[in-house]
Structures are given as C-alpha cells and as structure tokens.
C-alpha cells in the first residue's frame, strides 16, 4: 500500500540552525499538510498546501517556518532559526482528489530534538 | 475554544473483550467528518476510520466502530474483540466542511489505551 515517507526520522539541531524537514507524499495525492506533535500533547495544524501554494496556516506557522514543494515528489518544512520550543515530532500527510471523503495519510513523523 | 473533547487520558481493557473510547466535538458547521487515529508508541499515526455528519449509518471497518450519536455531537470508537496490538495512543479528529473537503484535522488530547493479557 502506498505510503508517507518522511526522512529524517530523528534530527538533532543546535538552537539557531535552520533544518529541513523532507517528506514524500503518497504520488497521486494533491493536497499535502505538516503537524507538530509535542511530546505527550496533541497533533497540531501548522499548514496545508495545494497547487503549490499554502492553502491555509495557523498561529504557529510563523514567519520562522516556510514549505516548498521543489519537484513533483518532495514537500519539505524548513525551521530558519529554530528554537528551543520547536522540539516535537513533526508529521507529513497528504490527501487526494476532492470529490469523496479522503482521509489524510501521514508518515511516521520526524522527530526534531533542538539542544 | 476546544473543538474535540476525550475525556479519558487512559483505559485498560481486558484482551477480547470490546472497549469504548470517547469523543465530543463542537462545530458549528453542518457538514464535517469525524476521523479516528492509531498511534503506536513507535510513533507513526494510523487512519482508522472516518464518519461523514450526514451519514445515516455509523461506520464500520473489520474491529473497528463509530457510534456516532449526531445530537449529542459525540463519536465514540468501539474497539472489538481487543487484541495486545490494539495498546496505543488514539486520537480523535474533526474536519470541517462537506466529504469533499481538504482542509486541516483538528485533533483530541488523545486516550491511551492499554489492552491486558
């Protein structure tokens, strides 16, 4: 069955340093989304993407946080500056067509520990 | 305002036995969907199953049930025949807007769920 994939599974940052975080949404799908998870709480918005520009972000997609889709198989997450409160599991997920009820598929999250 | 409610933090049930997991949500909207996942403690977070707020049946998949009580804007989880594998974190979600739509999930604190030999 196809897949999320997310890489890397576990990432390791000194506060201040930039990071990406890559994803492989399932192929065929069109709408793409990340989530935070910090730890012991619950999963959180942060934003969706269609056509290749943000559908909608919440309060903590920040100007720190951008998305990009670089070619037709990578959506990635960049943190520019990232602080010590960006430590969470971080997850991808991605949707297909409208038109039927589409649950979203994620990955199995990266885990971003900032020292 | 908190829009997905699962009041019980944490539940044991007794392997092969069926277990209830709780959720209420609050929307305004009349049309939305209802959303079950499975987190293991491996982390990864799996789709289980999915409610429409004009479906007139509760859904089912193998194990797994939605008694959907639209009125009381509940969507309980029912857990049949409890296997080890079911132990996990699960949580509830809520999108709204008709089937079709794409947007974000809004998600529960979530309830652990420990299944005893």
């Known amino acids: 069955e196809p897949e999320v994939t997310q890489t890397p599974s576990h990432q390791v940052t000194q506060m201040g340093q930039e990071v990406i975080l890559r994803c492989v949404p399932i192929?065929?799908?069109?709408?793409f989304y990340w989530y935070r998870q910090i730890l012991g709480q619950k999963v959180e918005f942060l934003v969706s993407?269609?056509?290749?520009?943000?559908?909608?972000k919440s309060e903590i997609f920040d100007d720190q946080f951008s998305v990009e889709r670089p070619d037709g198989s990578n959506f990635t997450l960049k943190i520019r500056s990232t602080k010590l409160e960006d430590s969470a599991m971080y997850f991808c997920?991605?949707?297909?067509?409208?038109?039927?009820?589409?649950?979203?598929?994620f990955g199995d999250g990266t885990r971003l520990s900032i020292l | 305002a908190q829009k997905i409610t699962q009041t019980q933090p944490g539940m044991f049930v007794q392997e092969k036995e069926a277990v209830t997991l709780d959720c209420t949500y609050d929307t305004s909207d009349q049309s939305y969907g209802l959303f079950w996942y499975k987190q293991p403690s491996s982390g990864e977070m799996i789709f289980l199953i999915y409610?429409?707020?004009?479906?007139?049946q509760n859904a089912t998949e193998g194990r797994y049930s939605l008694n959907f009580q639209k009125a009381r804007k509940s969507a309980n989880l029912v857990i049949s025949a409890s296997q080890l594998g079911d132990s996990a974190m699960y949580f509830c979600?809520?999108?709204?807007?008709?089937?079709?739509?794409?947007?974000?999930?809004?998600f529960g604190q979530g309830t652990t769920l420990q299944v005893k030999p």
């Open positions: 997920a991605s949707s297909g067509d409208r038109g039927a009820p589409q649950p979203q598929h």
């Open positions: 993407f269609y056509n290749n520009e943000i559908s909608e």
């Open positions: 409610q429409g707020s004009y479906d007139e």
């Open positions: 192929s065929n799908h069109l709408y």
């Open positions: 979600a809520m999108r709204e807007g008709p089937p079709s739509n794409t947007g974000k999930l809004i």
